[in-house]
């Protein structure tokens, strides 16, 4: 269950909201009425973010998505295109619920070779790398170093060479760093992410730098050195491959928008869980059809329900027709909803009775007069539902779901408590499993339980625990107290001894 | 509400939960439910030990018997027809007199061969068993209750429970029904429990509905100091009535005929606990005592001492007398 809230981040409460990331790449191109073949990276691992879904919008073109050199790319390709076309990616995204242990690449990537610089660019580098060398403690910190004294705002000679007039910020800028660092033995590579912002349209891509220190990538920031990412930083691409291309095309443009909206948080966890094809998400009863779902949610509320009716018979100690019938008749309630589940089955039940007397006087033998009972309960019903349709009371149909042998069994046993014990304890016994069934149906309603039993079925075993600890409850039921009242605080002026 | 329970507590009194976990459950196994349960084989395991019983006159196991109760109860005037497992005394028709061909209730109402026959149906159906599984119709005789309880009891039969634990008799109330119980002699429909001096025999406090009282509510005679005849005999066959079914926690129904001397009526593996209000005090003083003196003797007199010595030793008379 914590595994669940962490890691697939369900949410206890229920109409919680998450705020789901979509980015959209608009891939435009001048299509020369030959074959066409657009291939365009897209993202695999997206660092801080976890993939919800992805779209492909491309009309008259077939797609073909796959990983090649560790790189996850989509294929568009068509034989025929003529004028503007416009092709789609669209990629749903949602902040990973837990810190990302980084990518943790299993293959060392190999060292760079240490380029042969051409003078002045060798000594420049030399000199650079010589004096970070010097201040720095790890292949971190040199980066960081380096890239602060190659970004500095008044330059020394070396750096103006190292520069070239790169505009920084830049690709190129980011690969003459990496170049740079590769003097160091440094393994640097260059990413491209988006940096999510709502609402924003025509975005381009940011180059990143990583830089790998033998066990793990991290950000720098090209320009100023800084570790880590920017904030909503959606990595996209990790490759030096381009990040389109186009065979057949001419004035080949990307272009992203980001949007930002609120999403059943349960949804994304599903989709979370998918993305990450996790056991967790293969427990959960989403994985149900529909219909499924719902008796579910019903069913893993009987419990509950039952938890009501334990705790007023072994705790309160209230008497109940039958153990179970308040939660079938709490049940049924659920589909009347609560006045007129109330309403009718007191009206069943004292028709039934009153039938029930009457079938007294034909003195029948017990099984055939209790299915004479069930008729007459199922007429009843019927008329009850035929009558609210005339007068367009729709609630009326909903009777149906009454546990009409239930009822019929509530029935017999009130009649005869009515015979043994008179009318008082009858009415006792019928009220008691009308509040225990009014009680239960107000705990079995309560959306927060059911959101969260639904989620989280494995709740469950907290009630057979609590069941558990009551089966071992050896107080005194709330009512005893009152009856034995008595005993310890008899009236003295009622009890004197006798002459 | 909390300081009534901890009364409650230091008054030693029993719960539901505590009886059903802490007596009922360890002491009562399962299978000997039986022998108590089905009235027929208490009544063949008491003839058989050589305790009196009222008499059987007839058994009806089906409905197509039922027309046969006629000629089970040809020449009797008066007989009980009652469900072989039957609780609480559910189903119980006491007929106490034949004008012609009607049969006269307890309470003065006249039957017709037909209804009464119904009743027997209706036994056999299962209405008044347990868990409602079909049963067997007892006709029996009917007990001609003595002289002493006259002024006390409404119409039924007024009966003697006592509670024995591992044997030993721990608590006794005398039973006497009421308008309000139509004739029974249950607690729980109305009667009047009267709690009874384990030494003596005789009445202390009494009980209805769950209240104290001091007058029978029909008739307003006194309850208390009512000496029940013969209780040493009483307290010796209740004793004897462990052997017959082993039950820890054993509820001992008897009656005293007026012809007969003391007759077992039925045994209860879950007897009720209202036998504490009507003692004014709580069981668990002399279960603890029954328990701390275990094992127990297999004599049932010995048994009984063991249930005097606990009675002896207390300085307190019950509550309020």
């Known amino acids: 269950m914590y595994a669940k809230i962490t890691r697939l981040g369900l949410p206890l409460l229920p109409h919680q909201l998450e705020q789901v990331w979509s980015v959209e790449a608009k891939i435009e191109f001048e299509a020369s009425r030959h074959a066409t073949v657009v291939d365009f990276d897209i993202p695999d691992k997206l660092g801080q973010f976890v993939r919800l879904d992805e779209y492909f919008i491309s009309r008259g073109y077939g797609l073909n998505v796959g990983i090649r050199d560790h790189d996850r790319r989509a294929e568009w390709s068509t034989r025929q295109a003529r004028g503007a076309q416009r092709l789609y990616y669209r990629l749903e995204a949602v902040p990973q619920s837990e810190d990302d242990p980084g990518e943790q690449s299993r293959h060392l990537p190999a060292p760079p070779n240490t380029p042969t610089y051409e003078e002045p660019l060798a000594s420049a580098i030399q000199d650079v790398l010589g004096d970070v060398r010097d201040e720095s403690a790890n292949v971190f910190t040199f980066v960081s170093q380096t890239l602060v004294k190659l970004n500095a705002q008044a330059p020394n000679d070396n750096v103006m060479i190292i520069r070239n007039n790169l505009e920084r910020g830049s690709e190129a800028w980011v690969d003459r760093l990496i170049y740079v660092l590769a003097g160091a033995n440094i393994t640097a590579r260059r990413v491209r992410g988006v940096i999510l912002e709502d609402r924003a349209a025509n975005q381009h891509l940011t180059p990143w730098l990583e830089v790998h220190n033998g066990t793990r990538w991290e950000g720098f920031d090209p320009q ?63 994985n149900l059809p529909v219909n499924s779902q719902n008796v579910y949610r019903i069913l893993l509320m009987v419990p509950f329900g039952a938890l009501v009716v334990a705790f007023m018979r072994t705790i309160v100690g209230l008497p109940t027709l039958g153990t179970f019938m ?19 089955f007191v009206l069943i039940t004292a028709s039934g009775l009153s ?65 043994e014990s008179g009318p008082g304890q009858a009415l006792k016994e019928g009220l008691g499993s009308l509040s225990v069934a ?62 | 509400m909390l300081s009534r329970i901890r009364k409650l507590k230091a008054a030693g009194v029993v719960g539901i939960n505590n009886r059903n976990r802490g007596y009922i459950m360890p002491h009562n196994p399962r299978a000997l439910y039986a022998r108590v349960d089905d009235k027929v084989e208490t009544k063949r395991l008491a003839i058989a030990a050589g305790i009196a019983v009222p008499e059987l006159y007839g058994l009806i196991h089906a409905v197509r018997e039922a027309k046969d109760f006629e000629r089970m109860v040809e020449g009797r005037k008066d007989f009980v027809i009652k469900p072989a497992h039957g609780s609480g005394g559910k189903g119980i028709l006491v007929i106490t007199d034949r004008r012609r061909d009607m049969y006269i209730k307890g309470d003065g109402h006249a039957l017709t061969a037909a209804e009464v026959q119904h009743h027997i149906e209706n036994v056999l159906g299962g209405v008044y068993s347990l868990g409602g599984q079909p049963d067997q119709a007892i006709i029996e005789y009917r007990v001609k209750f003595d002289r002493v309880f006259e002024a006390v009891s409404y119409r039924g039969v007024p009966d ?43 009445t202390t406090l009494a009980v209805c509905k769950n209240r104290r009282i001091v007058e029978h509510p029909d008739f307003g005679t006194p309850l208390g100091g009512l000496e029940i005849p013969g209780w040493p005999a009483l307290l010796l066959l209740a ?83």
């Not at chain 1, 065979?247 to 990450?276: D, H, I, Q």
């Not at chain 1, 308040?326 to 009718?344: D, N, Q």
């Not at chain 2, 509670?163 to 607690?187: E, I």
């Open chain 1, 224 to 286: 100023t050195g800084n570790r880590g990412y920017p904030e909503n930083f959606l990595r996209w691409s990790v490759s030096d491959e381009p990040l389109l291309r186009a065979e057949g095309g001419r004035n080949v443009n990307v272009s992203f928008s980001v949007s930002r909206y609120a999403k059943s948080p349960t949804m994304v966890a599903r989709a979370r869980g998918v993305a990450n094809d996790t056991f967790l998400a293969s427990t959960m009863l989403y």
């Open chain 1, 326 to 344: 308040p939660i079938l008749v709490a049940i049924a309630f659920r589909e009347t909803e609560l006045a007129w589940g109330i309403a009718l």
């Open chain 1, 355 to 419: 039938l029930r007397f009457y079938l007294e006087r034909l003195q029948l033998l017990l099984v055939p007069r209790l299915c004479s009972v069930l008729v007459l309960v199922v007429l009843v019903m019927t008329i009850i539902s035929l009558v609210s349709a005339k007068l367009g009371i729709d609630k009326g149909f909903s009777i149906a779901l009454f546990p009409i042998v239930i009822l019929t069994m509530v029935i017999e046993r009130m009649s005869v408590i009515w015979e």
């Open chain 1, 438 to 499: 009014i009680l239960g149906y107000l705990v079995m309603k309560n959306e927060h339980l059911t959101h969260l039993v639904f989620l989280f079925p494995e709740s469950l075993l907290i009630l057979l625990a609590m069941f558990i600890l009551m089966g071992r409850y050896t107080g005194y039921r709330l009512l005893e107290v009152a009856r034995f009242k008595d005993i310890v605080e008899a009236p003295s002026s009622d009890a004197k001894p006798h002459p």
């Open chain 2, 160 to 202: 003697i429970r006592v509670l024995v634990y591992r044997g030993v008799p721990a608590m006794a109330m005398l039973r006497l029904p009421t308008r309000s119980s139509d004739g029974r002699a249950n607690l729980h429909q109305g009667a009047v429990g009267a709690g009874i001096d384990m030494l003596t025999g005789a």
């Open chain 2, 239 to 321: 004793a004897r009535c462990h052997e017959l079914a082993p039950l820890g926690y054993l509820g001992v129904d008897m009656v005293l005929d007026a012809e007969l001397g003391p007759l077992i009526l039925e045994l209860n593996a879950r007897p009720g606990l209202g036998i504490q209000i009507a003692n004014g005090r709580g069981l668990r003083g002399v279960l603890n005592h029954i328990d701390a003196a275990a094992p127990l003797p297999t004599d049932a007199a010995a048994r009984v001492a063991v249930m005097r010595a606990y009675y002896e030793g207390l300085s307190d008379p019950p509550v309020d007398l």
